[in-house]
T-cell receptor, first 115, second 114 residues
Framework: AQKVTQAQTEISVVEKEDVTLDCVYE???????LFWYKQPPSGELVFLIR??????QNEISGRYSWNFQKSTSSFNFTITASQVVDSAVYFC????????????FGTGTRLTIIP | DTGVSQDPRHKITKRGQNVTFRCDPI?????LYWYRQTLGQGPEFLTY????????KSRLLSDRFSAERPKGSFSTLEIQRTEQGDSAMYLC????????????FGPGTRLTVT
């Protein structure tokens, strides 16, 4: 069985601070994909990133960066110089094989950026 | 390219009534997924289709739930004899076979059973 744990239920930071959202996963599959989604107050889930189990390179996209470590089964997400528009619930998710099967989500981290 | 659309956006029904939701995926996406999300939780998988074939159903999908995708395009999710525990956001997503496999989500249908 697959499991995703997001231990941080809520985080609040002051605007322009950096913040890291933690994600720990469990799976017995050797091939799997990890995802991060953003759910703003409007409610629609927005895809942010996908990473496969064979690619441990960190990725940076603008103010966003992701750190994937197989040794600790973690896929953490960092927002640099946070902005009010980053306020949302962020979900980490996992799927087996080639990424086009069902997603197993964590319970999410509610991030509030204080202006 | 339009995104995933869902209809209705909100549905209030009385316990025991039947409800049906519709999802229109991104055109040319052959995989379609249904999830359910309750307050403070992440989405939970219900079922998914590849074209018109239903490939997997969760144990969450009781006999009162049925999903169809008759022509491999839009899908419907029906809940019969609704219960208060069915109150949730029902999310639909689609993805392309052979593509980068990201699932793109619709805005959801919020169901309230009174």
């Amino acid at each position: 069985a697959q499991k995703v744990t997001q231990a941080q239920t809520e985080i609040s930071v002051v605007e322009k601070e950096d913040v890291t959202l933690d994600c720990v996963y469990e799976t017995r599959d050797t091939t799997y994909y990890l995802f991060w989604y953003k759910q703003p107050p409007s409610g629609e889930l927005v895809f942010l990133i996908r990473r496969n189990s064979f690619d441990e390179q960190n990725e940076i996209s603008g103010r966003y960066s992701w750190n994937f470590q197989k040794s600790t089964s973690s896929f953490n997400f960092t927002i640099t110089a946070s902005q009010v528009v980053d306020s949302a619930v962020y979900f980490c998710a996992l799927t087996r094989n080639f990424g086009n099967e069902k997603l197993t989500f964590g319970t999410g981290t509610r991030l509030t950026i204080i202006p | 390219d339009t995104g995933v659309s869902q209809d209705p956006r909100h549905k209030i029904t009385k316990r025991g009534q039947n409800v049906t939701f519709r999802c229109d995926p991104i055109s040319e996406h052959n995989r379609l997924y249904w999830y359910r999300q309750t307050l403070g939780q992440g989405p939970e998988f219900l079922t998914y289709f590849q074209n018109e074939a239903q490939l997997e159903k969760s144990r969450l999908l009781s006999d009162r739930f049925s999903a169809e995708r008759p022509k491999g395009s839009f899908s419907t999710l029906e809940i019969q004899r609704t219960e208060q525990g069915d109150s949730a956001m029902y999310l639909c997503a689609s993805s392309a076979e052979g593509g980068s496999y990201e699932q793109y989500f619709g805005p959801g249908t919020r169901l309230t059973v009174t």
